[in-house]
């Protein structure tokens, strides 16, 4: 049960053409068990707010806190998917699943049996003693995905989880993702290029701006769950998404 | 890593766009392609009567192989000797060393410019000297199969170790796995299909440093073997010996993808 507080967080990186500010300004509390999606166009910096919740770089300025305590180091109380599944070829996919229960040192049968639990959740069940490269995108992903939650992480960063995936894979999977969330809730902050999605998923979608990337608005998702897909024809489905769109390209001249 | 996109269905479709080629169907041919040369090689030596000293015929070859086995075998196990301790001790300093420039940036620094310029050097051209100072016994050989096994080792070693997805190593990093773990669960298995690429490149290689280093100055060998066997016209012999040298060369390369097929069956394959 983390509350994941975000202050006055800037990120710039230094490069060829002098220091580039990835982030400016950040100010976000994200609350326990809720559904948080940051979208945006690329270079708007929602990956690197990802990174900085998973204490996998630093800020420049400002201060990520978890219930209060600054994040100084990654803490195991998070799970991590990422745009590739990143599977290990060499294990099979029970093995990668398992991998983050290895490395924090695990009870070993208990996350075997929770691996097992996982992996039928994701309708992998049959699947476990399989090479990963038998797996086709989707279930590569899937196997991920058990695997970010197999020590049972109170949050759950998603980088993009479902972009390299084809449209239909993608929502299925989306929705594959609710489902767990519903029984198993965390923490949830997902990372997507996809209005969308960022909207079908969310109790709040994070809109940022690029150059520097920044939060341009805050939107509370207040469509009923389960979402279904016959709620994106919906007025207010529409609504968000135009503004999101309004905020997101604001300044650039692509807006309507 | 692999195409995460790749489907069944996809897969399928690929397959039925390339030629129709299987693996027996390579070797039958390449066999009979082979058969067809060797015979084709045996008449043209026979009707134009080209001296034996000049181009011997293949019947010729055999039969001199027949005649010198005890010998051929002799020199064979001297050049398999060097090639597989010159290359055994490649792979035991190649390999820590690559760890270590990995995972030193002073050695980055320091070692690592200063072995890729070497690198560039010949290492054969080295042979000379390495029998003025060390004579012509086994050694010198054994060196010059380490250098030439030396470098192909180490860049594909520490190639391998660096190879590791940029998402994976955020994913061992959020976990606080120790160097330990990083390097036993993600890098070293990672590098491992990397690591033989680079030893078959080095195995190929080996047996040539043997040769070379026979070449300049021995008393056995299979190189011996062909610098004496041509200095006297023994030119059916001279071929003999080039027969196993090419035998050994395709077996040793074989018998490092074997052992690559069942140490890492995870790496691709063509």
């Not at chain 2, 061992?172 to 773990?181: D, G, K, M, P, V």
Request: proline content about 6%; aromatic content about 8%.
């Amino acid at each position: 049960m983390s509350q994941i507080r975000i202050e006055g967080v800037c990120k710039t990186y230094a490069s060829k053409a002098g220091r580039v500010a990835a982030l400016e300004d950040v100010d976000l509390t994200i609350e326990p068990n809720e559904f948080v999606t940051l979208v945006g166009p690329s270079g708007c910096g929602k990956s690197t707010l990802l990174k900085l919740i998973g204490a996998l770089i630093r800020p420049s300025r400002g201060v990520v806190r978890f219930d209060g305590t600054p994040l100084t180091r990654p803490t195991s109380d998070v799970g991590i998917v990422f745009q590739d599944a990143v599977l290990l070829e060499w294990r099979n996919v029970l093995d990668n699943v398992l991998l983050p229960a290895e490395i924090l040192g695990l009870d070993r049968a208990a996350a075997r049996a929770r691996a097992i639990h996982l992996l039928d959740l994701v309708g992998l069940r049959g699947f476990e003693l399989r090479a990963p490269r038998e797996l086709s995108g989707g279930m590569q992903q899937r196997a991920s995905i058990c695997r970010a939650l197999i020590h049972d992480p109170s949050v759950l960063l998603m980088d993009e989880p479902f972009a390299a995936l084809d449209a239909m894979t993608r929502e299925e999977l989306g929705f594959e993702l609710m489902r767990i969330w519903d029984t198993d809730k965390k923490t949830v902050v997902f990372v997507t290029h996809n209005i969308a999605e960022a909207i079908r998923l969310a109790d709040r979608v994070v809109a940022m701006s690029p150059r520097p990337g920044r939060i341009a608005k805050v939107l509370k998702v207040e469509l009923p769950r389960p979402r279904t897909l016959d709620m994106e024809f919906t007025p207010q489905f529409k609504a968000y998404s135009d503004e999101i769109r309004e905020v997101i390209y604001r300044g650039t001249g692509a807006s309507r | 890593m692999t195409t995460t996109n790749a489907t069944a269905i996809s897969a399928a479709e690929d397959e039925a766009l390339e030629p129709a080629s299987s693996p027996l169907k390579a070797i039958v041919g390449s066999t009979l392609t082979f058969i067809a040369m060797v015979i084709a090689w045996e008449v043209v030596v026979r009707r134009l009567n080209i001296p034996g000293w000049l181009l011997p015929s293949p019947s010729a070859i055999a039969d001199a192989m027949w005649d010198w086995r005890s010998e051929l075998v002799g020199h064979f196990l001297v050049t398999l000797y060097e090639t597989l301790v010159g290359f055994a001790v490649a792979i035991a300093v190649s390999v820590p060393l690559a760890v270590a420039v990995v995972y030193s940036p002073v050695l980055q620094n320091t070692i690592y410019p200063i072995l890729l310029a070497f690198q560039s050097m010949p290492k054969v051209a080295i042979a000379p000297l390495l029998a003025l100072w060390i004579g012509f016994g086994a050694l010198p050989k054994i060196i010059v199969v380490f250098l030439v096994c030396f470098f192909p080792i180490v860049v594909a070693t520490a190639t391998g170790l660096t190879a590791v997805p940029g998402s994976l190593m955020d994913l061992i990093r959020s976990l606080s796995a120790s160097q330990t773990q990083t390097f036993m669960k993600i890098r070293f298995p990672t590098a491992m299909p990397h690591i033989f690429v680079g030893l078959k490149i080095a195995i190929t290689f080996a047996v040539i440093g043997a040769v070379i280093g026979e070449f300049v100055g021995s008393e056995n060998g299979l190189g011996y073997l062909i610098l004496v066997s041509t200095s006297q016209s023994r030119t059916p012999l001279a071929f003999g010996a080039l027969v196993l040298l090419t035998v050994m060369s395709i077996v040793l390369y074989y018998g490092i993808a074997f052992i690559e097929r069942i140490v890492v069956p995870w790496a691709p394959r063509n």
